[in-house]
């Protein structure tokens, strides 16, 4: 009973882990994309802000969920939204079809963000729940596996 138990607790705890990176890499493809496309946005607009190129080249250079994850994110959301209201003052983008192409993609992306940010702190939570299940601790300590941060990307 005792090698049953072990090997049921120690497969779930796996599988835990590897739905919670999976959840997480969908995130972080759509946070990647979304760094992916605003150089386009930046050729559009024809500047390049060296506080949008800074924050987004501070939020790459955080590649796991943590504290620094969430704040750069914010950071780069927060300059960006600057940047898109600073541009959509301008009458002439406003009619170019390339800028309000680039502009809706990246409110598309920050939705999908958003929302799969929500998913995967849903995953997160479930995962802490089960990491300090008093049937399941004592492998998670054995197993060095630990509750895991929320990431919050809303805004």
């Known amino acids: 009973m005792i090698i049953l138990w072990t090997v049921v607790a120690v497969r779930h705890l796996k599988l835990l882990k590897k739905n ?3 959840d997480w890499e ?8 979304r760094s992916d496309v605003l ?11 060296e506080g949008l190129i800074k924050a987004r080249d501070e ?4 590649y796991f969920v943590s504290g620094e994850k969430t704040e750069k994110e914010h950071e780069l959301s927060k300059t960006l939204e600057s940047f898109l209201k600073e541009a959509s003052l301008n009458s002439e983008l406003l ?3 390339y800028f309000l192409e680039v502009r809706n993609e990246i409110e598309d992306l920050n939705r999908d963000i958003e ?3 929500k998913q ?16 399941l601790a004592p492998f998670a ?7 895991v941060l929320i990431f919050e990307f809303e805004k």
Do not use: C, W
């Open 20 to 22: 919670l990176a999976a």
């Open 26 to 33: 969908f995130v972080d493809e759509k946070i990647r994309k």
């Open 39 to 49: 150089p386009f946005l930046m050729e559009v607009v024809g500047k390049r802000p």
């Open 59 to 62: 939020a790459r250079r955080v």
């Open 95 to 97: 009619k170019n079809s």
């Open 115 to 117: 929302n799969r940010a």
């Open 120 to 135: 995967y702190n849903e995953t997160v939570r479930r995962f802490n729940s089960e990491v300090k299940f008093f049937l």
């Open 141 to 147: 300590l054995v197993m060095k596996v630990h509750q």
